[in-house]
T-cell receptor, first 116, second 113 residues
Framework: DGGITQSPKYLFRKEGQNVTLSCEQN?????MYWYRQDPGQGLRLIYYSQIVNDFQKGDIAEGYSVSREKKESFPLTVTSAQKNPTAFYLC???????????????FGPGTRLTVL | GNSVTQMEGPVTLSEEAFLTINCTYTATGYPSLFWYVQYPGEGLQLLLKATKADDKGSNKGFEATYRKETTSFHLEKGSVQVSDSAVYFC????????????FGAGTQVVVTP
């Protein structure tokens, strides 16, 4: 079955630690995205990648980093510089995101990160 | 910039009631409009979409019509079920923003038996 997987489902981190959230897709999509969701708020874009080896900052990139070494994978690292990292993190992908395209984004099941 | 405004929740309904969730948008270009649904503890699922003015998206009994004159994309369902309890997000994607989605804050819907 094609889809997007995220792991782990739940993640606990001590203050001062970096953690990496996994996102894998087998949909052959070019574009991938990371969103953060806080209670009572909509999703906010952290980073996005339109193609392998390229990515751009979204609206709230501070304290996060990403890589896109393979088309299928777009891991997100939450660094110790992120002041309030406790949130629900969602990964998404779409066929492409070139100018003029408004393709549907498909979402993974999410990772809930809690800082202890 | 682009923005999406949707009605605040929670919206509490009895089973078989009519549901409307208002959504209005601001965009500089000609956006595509989406409704996503999120069940507790899960990711978002696309519910329906419309890509141009006067298009009607529909799925699972839900409908929404792209109204350019009122910049709206209200979600409706004629008879809700308990299983429709979820958070509903309105979103837009503008051709000038490289496919990035702009989300509303979400509206929680609670359907009681």
């Amino acid at each position: 079955d094609g889809g997007i997987t995220q792991s782990p489902k739940y993640l606990f981190r001590k203050e001062g630690q970096n953690v990496t959230l996994s996102c894998e897709q087998n949909l052959n999509h070019d574009a991938m995205y990371w969103y953060r969701q806080d209670p009572g708020q909509g999703l906010r874009l952290i980073y996005y990648s339109q193609i392998v080896n390229d990515f751009q900052k979204g609206d709230i990139a501070e304290g996060y980093s990403v890589s896109r070494e393979k088309k299928e994978s777009f891991p997100l690292t939450v660094t110790s510089a992120q002041k309030n990292p406790t949130a629900f993190y969602l990964c998404a992908s779409s066929i492409d995101s070139v100018a003029g395209s408004t393709d549907t984004q498909y979402f993974g099941p999410g990772t809930r990160l809690t800082v202890l | 910039g682009n923005s999406v405004t949707q009605m605040e929740g929670p919206v509490t309904l009895s089973e078989e009631a009519f549901l409307t969730i208002n959504c209005t948008y601001t965009a500089t270009g000609y956006p595509s409009l989406f409704w996503y649904v999120q069940y507790p503890g899960e990711g978002l699922q696309l519910l329906l979409k419309a890509t141009k003015a006067d298009d009607k998206g529909s799925n699972k009994g839900f409908e929404a019509t792209y109204r350019k004159e009122t910049t709206s994309f209200h979600l409706e369902k004629g008879s809700v079920q308990v299983s429709d309890s979820a958070v509903y997000f309105c979103a837009l994607s503008d051709r000038d923003s490289w496919g990035k989605l702009q989300f509303g804050a979400g509206t929680q819907v609670v359907v009681t038996p």
